[in-house]
RNA sequence: GGCGCCGUGGCCGAGUGGUUAGGCAGAGGCCUGCAAAGCCUCGUACACCAGUUCGAGUCUGGUCGGCGCCUCCA
């Protein structure tokens, strides 16, 4: 399998199955509900695993949830409550909603404030080596001993301007590893800098290398963390020589009014209203339906489409199987082997009628559940009766009338020879 | 300003040198008591300009337009 590498801009091969593929994608900060937006890396991240699963590989999925942050001790000051009390409420929101895409979980869900010793270890470290500095119960990273710094998002090091000075850096691109705490602050934790808490990129290197190992293979993120939160990452852990992620997989942004969907921009919609109103299905369809490492655009309208084509691989377990040729499969699990082409698999897809194969690749999104037939209750049925005693009288009249009847339950009466059969309005 | 991505038919969206992508919506037809589902047909798609080539949506240069990052952000 081959995917789309953003550190070296290209297309690298994955070593052969078995393995171990060993990812680590960055979560959300947990503050308040998750956006559809957020949930196209934790989508992405499921696929890539099922898929490699599915082609033999052995493969660890680490996904972490940033609970200490500026945005945590901001909203949690603003509702009085403890920023603790908040992140909790916020996590379990961000385990409702991920696991109402039936996706399953990934292996290892990681939080930074279970991780402090490793953050602070990983610091002292850092200062050991030189590679930090502190400076007034902070600790910066010095950029200026990191040569390589700015490969990963491609900007030369010269042109960088931080536009956040601080007069305790050295240099003003240098970033916070630690950070004492201030007043608004009511979690910290104790170091030999002082009482503080982690800067933001450091808690993913130090939770990706507890977990998987100082290499390992995938790191995966949304396009707009490559700078400064996976540059920094880099720089954290390659600077002390661990050769950390081999290939970098970053998403493209959802876009709502064609601009990116952010929290900081307030046009966002919840992952939990897209649920409630559109399914998981039709979500899921619509995160197949473009290319992930494409922007897209979010809109009713796009959702209406990925409904009406999720309905029409139900459509495909309505009607009768047929075995597909034997190379089927291969023309499927080669779109997906090149770099994840989704919507090019289910142009494959929609060629099927062979039950048994197209459950399969749908069951590869977790969209296996589109094969199974809802049964209608027992009222509607009893309607469907009447009406076919009614067809069979020809009696038209009273057989249109039911059929109202019965949509009006929600239900779709379809004739088929010698019966009918009961399907569930969209 | 710097770095990068993109511009495909009404809509979404694959495709990187030459043969139908696929889906949604629309029109006509077949089927049906009527429908639905399905199937068939249709609307002559590649932002613009120049160039390379026997041949370009696909390569090169330029123009215009959109987006992202450079600052918290998936």
Known sequence: MRLYDTLTRSHVELPPPPGPIRMYFCGSTVYQRIHVGNSRPFVLGMWLRSWLRQTGYDVTLVHNITDVDDKVYAEAAKQEISSRELSERATSWFFEDTDDLGLGRPDLEPRATETIPEIVEFVRELVSRDLAYVANGDVYFRVARFPEYGQLSG?????MVAQETSELKEDQRDFALWKSQKPIEDAAWDSPWGRGRPGWHIECSAMAEKFLGREFE????????????????LAQS?????????????????ELDASKMSKSLGNVVTLRNVLDVWGREALLVFHLSGFWSKPVDFSDDVMQQALA???????????????????????????????????????????????????????????ATLAEQEAAPAEVTELA???????????????????????????EARDEPGGYRLVRLP
């Not at 963390?225 to 540059?231: I, Q, S, T, V």
């Not at 661990?242 to 997989?249: E, G, I, N, Y």
């Not at 040729?325 to 289910?346: I, K, M, R, V, Y």
């Open 155 to 159: 900007a030369r090091i010269e042109d």
């Open 385 to 411: 009766d009447r009406r076919q005693r009614a067809r069979a009288e020809r009696d038209f009249d009273e057989a249109d009338r039911l059929r109202v009847e019965i949509e009006r339950a929600g239900w």
């Open 218 to 233: 995938i790191h995966g993120g949304g396009n707009d963390l490559r700078f400064p939160h996976h540059e920094n990452e």
């Open 309 to 367: 084509r999720a309905n029409r691989f139900r459509d495909v377990f309505r009607r009768p199987h047929e075995d597909a040729p034997a190379d089927a499969w291969a023309g499927f699990a080669a779109a997906l082997e090149d770099d994840f082409n989704a919507p090019a698999a289910l142009a494959v897809m929609h060629e099927w009628r062979d039950h048994e194969l197209l459950r399969r690749a749908l069951g590869v999104f977790g969209l």
């Open 238 to 254: 390659r600077s002390l020589g661990h050769p950390f992620a081999q290939v970098w997989v970053h998403n493209g942004m959802l």
